[in-house]
Each structure stands twice: as C-alpha cells, then as structure tokens.
C-alpha cells in the first residue's frame, strides 16, 4: 500500500487547532474594498472553522484521521 500524500494546496489553505477543529482565512478580502464597510473587512481578516458539512473533505486533503 502507498503512504497517503497531503493535498498541497490544502495544508496551506487550512491550519489545525489545539481542540482538532480545523481553521480557514475568509474570502472576499482582496479587492473590492471599498464597497465593503469597515466592520465587514475587519471581521473577514479573522480566520473560521470550517463547517461540519466540509469537514470530511478537508480532513480526507489534509490526511486527518477521526
């Protein structure tokens, strides 16, 4: 049997936490800005989790077991 490689793109897009949740950087920061308000930009440069729905997906990239 092979060994499991990690997705390149994934292990730099998704970081894991202390608790095993796993966190992501917000779209939408770019350009475009000044559209946006000022509240609106400063919470899009703090990072999420990812959702329960994705999670099993991006376990499976980063080679994460349960």
Request: glycine share 8%; aromatic share 4%; proline share 2%.
């Amino acid at each position: 049997m092979p060994k499991m490689k990690t997705c390149s793109s994934a292990k730099k897009r998704f970081k894991l936490t202390g608790t095993g949740k796993v966190a992501r950087k917000n779209a939408y920061t770019s350009h475009i800005l000044t559209k946006k308000s000022t509240k609106r930009k400063r919470a899009l440069g703090q990072t999420s989790l990812v959702s329960d729905a994705d999670m099993g997906n991006v376990r499976r990239m980063l080679c994460i077991g349960k």
